[in-house]
T-cell receptor, first 113, second 113 residues
């Protein structure tokens, strides 16, 4: 398996634009996590899916953020409209269960100017 | 309150020297403990984990960690570091009924030649 695949690796966008981050989890994993990493706040869990269903989205900063998982092999994180303070590295991770090893993608470095 | 403290933001050690990275946690239930490593520009990779049993846990890349319940600690050790160990190391705690990991702020390991 190729591991968790995220795209794009880097994204630079202007404030106000819509940004969509993509994630393909490892086949057979039924848990998927979106994290945001910044110097100031460290790693923050944004949302957790189990069997494609959002279980906890309390970490999503505000309504500008939304996440979907239409099937077991694909998830998106959308920011609309984007703001400079959204600049961060966004990680997707998948696992076979909530407290098993989480496999992380390489992340998407988002810069909003 | 649930928390993970990694008291050292940076640690510098000489290549070939021994290493210990500290991790203290506060958690209201039986903890599941993890150490992850993040190389520059990469996602996080699991080094080792402790759920139960032997309190000395062996991981990948020659790392080990010891769970000490009385001290609420889960320190990471390596007898002899290599230049390739330069990275950021994260300690995390979770529980059997809680999918959300509590993450430490990370310790950046610098290797002197």
């Amino acid at each position: 398996d190729a591991g968790v695949i995220q795209s794009p690796r880097h994204e630079v966008t202007e404030m106000g634009q819509e940004v969509t981050l993509r994630c393909k989890p490892i086949s057979g994993h039924n848990s998927l996590f979106w994290y945001r990493q910044t110097m100031m706040r460290g790693l923050e869990l944004l949302i957790y899916f189990n069997n494609n269903v959002p279980i906890d989205d309390s970490g999503m900063p505000e309504d500008r953020f939304s996440a979907k998982m239409p099937n077991a092999s694909f998830s998106t994180l959308k920011i609309q409209p984007s703001e400079p303070r959204d600049s961060a590295v966004y990680f997707c991770a998948s696992s076979t269960g909530p407290n098993t090893e989480a496999f992380f993608g390489q992340g998407t470095r988002l810069t909003v100017v | 309150a649930q928390s993970v403290t990694q008291p050292d933001i940076h640690i510098t050690v000489s290549e070939g020297a021994s290493l210990e990275l500290r991790c203290n946690y506060s958690y209201g239930a039986t903890p599941y403990l993890f150490w992850y490593v993040q190389s520059p520009g990469q996602g996080l990779q699991l080094l080792l984990k402790y759920f139960s049993g032997d309190t000395l846990v062996q991981g990948i890349k020659g790392f080990e960690a010891e769970f000490k319940r009385s001290q609420s600690s889960f320190n990471l050790r390596k007898p002899s570091v290599h230049w390739s160990d330069a990275a950021e190391y994260f300690c995390a705690v979770g529980g059997s009924s809680n999918y959300q990991l509590i993450w430490g702020a990370g310790t950046k390991l610098i290797i002197k030649p």
